[in-house]
């Protein structure tokens, strides 16, 4: 069975390094069924967030050789075996202790964005949908909630933008809203001033790191910056001019 | 809000862990921009070789001043004269429509801002520039692609034409290499035209309720299939459109001789 050199971190915000295990892996061991083996054998005190192993929890974000991805959905035999692998706890947030970070910056801007508004019911009283209306928002709502496109976004990693700027997570989470078939909200000028749309530059990190598949970009902030452009293109004020108005502000 | 801001991060100098070849991609997405770049800057000095019947350039499309040696309207606007440049080329009187297309263009967008500007260079990889996003002067007019987008279509409309009348041979009725050449640009320009993201947004994308508006979700849902491909069109077609020059300049030159099928 082959070996692996794992460098893990371990620490707090004050003060870490990365320590080295030699693990003996077993076929089909993903990442978090090494650090758990690392727990079990070599350091009980190794702190790591976990919960379903099934990449639906959205819990084991980390930083493998670099990358951020979930430690139950990165199965060992797709890392080279030869060179040490890397873990780290995902850098954007405030670190508790060695993998485990706290992530409550995204439940605080969560908080924030505007909620559904419905339009009123049908005359039997029952609202309808059909499901080309909701096709669209419902891959929004694969989304588990890791946080790695919000780590990964280097307006947030790198520029520490956090109050002036909501996220990926939040950008869909608001298109979502947006292009419901019942809202009556219009959620374009939150976006850009609250959610700070404008300071997204599209360099896709944050598609490219879902573990959901979910097409952030170009299915969510992309609408919503061209949702965005419409309130300035005078084409669409007329064609808005000859179908009626828009929906009342958030 | 504030306590959550006020934390630390883990303390790791390095400024990325990635041990991958993550550079290979913004340097080739380099040397591949600026060689178009370079290549159509050069072709459109040339003011010449742009034209042997029945092919007309892409670069030089549409011709529209009296030294053309195509006019696309039959008639041409006076000649652009400069003190030290002499003529203008038509060809700068064309290209910053297409251009600005793809610069403003969403998947170019993140090609450029990963390779040229850093920013950043590759996912996970340390960015240390000071940073405004698309909310300043001049890039805040990022947000206007779909202007450009209008443009586009109409330089699609224009090439398809040219394509028409690359079946027009002075002898008659006629398919030659250069023909299938401008068709294969043509389909490419189109592909990468009809795909793009706000084309998606004005012909369906805006709509919150598809089921009350049925002919916008059927275009929706076929360009966004399209649009699924928008970044091969992207490169396919930017390809085609310097190779499509390039062929014509060649035949025009006598490098090389167009072969006739019909």
């Known amino acids: 069975m082959p070996t692996y050199t794992m460098r893990v971190f371990r620490g707090d915000a004050r003060r870490g390094d990365f320590r080295e295990y030699h693990v003996e892996t077993a076929e089909g061991m993903v990442v978090l069924d090494v650090i758990h083996r690392i727990q079990a054998t070599q350091a009980h005190d190794l702190a790591c967030r976990w919960n379903c192993k099934a990449g639906k929890c959205g819990s084991c974000s980390a930083e493998i050789n670099g990358k951020p991805r979930l430690m139950c959905m990165t199965r060992m035999d797709t890392l080279a075996e030869g060179a040490p692998i890397t873990v780290a706890p995902i850098r954007t947030f405030p670190l508790i202790r060695d993998l485990v970070t706290d992530v409550s910056y995204n439940y605080e801007k969560a908080k924030t964005v505007p909620p559904l508004r419905l339009k009123p019911p049908d005359p039997d009283g029952r609202y309808r949908m059909m499901q080309e209306d909701i096709d669209r928002i419902q891959e929004f709502h694969k989304c588990i909630e890791c946080f790695l496109c919000q780590d990964v976004c280097h307006v947030i990693r790198d520029h520490d933008l956090k109050r002036q700027f909501a996220g990926p997570r939040f950008f869909i989470k608001i298109a979502a809203l947006d292009m419901h078939p019942l809202d009556t909200r219009n959620r374009t000028e939150f976006a850009a001033r609250e959610a700070g749309i404008g300071l997204c530059n599209i360099t896709t990190c944050c598609t490219e790191v879902c573990p959901e598949g979910i097409h952030i970009t170009d299915n969510g902030i992309i609408p919503m910056k061209e949702r965005r452009a419409d309130d300035y293109d005078p084409i669409v004020w007329l064609l808005r001019k000859f179908r009626g108005q828009r929906p009342e502000p958030a | ?262």
């Open chain 2, 1 to 262: 809000m504030s306590r959550v801001l006020s934390e630390r991060r883990p303390p790791i100098a390095a400024a990325h862990l990635r041990t991958d070849a993550w550079w290979a991609l913004p340097l080739a997405v380099v040397v591949v921009l600026s060689a178009f770049i370079v290549y159509s800057t050069w072709a459109a000095l040339q003011n010449a070789h742009y034209f042997v019947p029945p092919y007309l350039s892409p670069f030089y499309s549409p011709c529209i001043t009296e030294s053309c040696l195509h006019l696309s309207f039959g008639v041409g606007l006076a000649d652009f004269t400069f003190p030290v440049v002499g003529v203008l080329s038509p060809a700068f009187l064309i290209l910053w429509g297409p251009g600005l297309f793809r610069l403003t263009c969403y998947y170019y967008r993140k090609a450029y801002y990963r390779s040229f500007w850093l920013a950043p260079v590759a996912c996970a990889v340390r960015d240390v520039k000071s940073y405004t996003g698309e909310t300043r002067f001049p890039l805040f007019l990022q947000n206007f692609h779909r202007y450009t987008w209008y443009l586009a279509v109409f330089f699609v409309v224009m090439l398809t034409w040219d394509a028409i009348l690359a079946f027009r041979f002075p002898d008659g009725f006629g398919i030659g290499v250069g023909t299938l050449v401008m068709w294969v640009n043509v389909t490419l320009l189109a592909g990468y035209t009809f795909s793009c993201h706000s084309c998606r947004h004005v012909c369906g994308g805006h709509v919150d309720v598809f089921s009350e508006a049925e002919t916008r979700y059927k275009v929706w849902r076929f360009l966004t299939r399209l649009n699924e491909r928008h970044p091969m069109y992207a490169w396919l077609s930017l390809f085609s459109v310097g190779l499509t020059d390039l062929y014509i300049r060649l035949v025009s030159m006598g490098v090389i001789r167009d072969l006739r099928i019909l």
